[in-house]
């Protein structure tokens, strides 16, 4: 797969543990260009699955329990596992608010 020269996955925060998608019909098997906006870095992940655009991808394996941490906030916790390159979704993290 030839390898794309612009973003399709947005980072925050250096301690964050997951990004967020920013492309339109991202398939499984992608070499995501990466950005961490924090200091405008980048680095490639593989996406595992189809993502939609908006949804998270988990940056490290992550299993249940573990915090999410978007924005260099905790934004919730793992109901489930995501491997790198994974979706992070309703059906694996859930907020911690209720």
Partial sequence: MTANTYP???VHDKVDNVGVVVVEGLTAGTDMLCVCTEDNSDFRLT?????????KVALKDM????????????????????????????????????
Avoid: C, F
């Fill in 8 to 10: 399709q996955l947005l």
């Fill in 47 to 55: 996406a595992k699955s189809d993502i939609p655009i908006g949804h």
């Fill in 63 to 98: 299993t249940e329990g573990d915090t999410v941490i978007k924005y260099g906030e905790d934004i919730g916790r793992m109901v489930g596992a995501a491997e790198t390159g994974g979706h992070v979704h309703t059906h694996n993290m859930k907020t911690k608010r209720w």
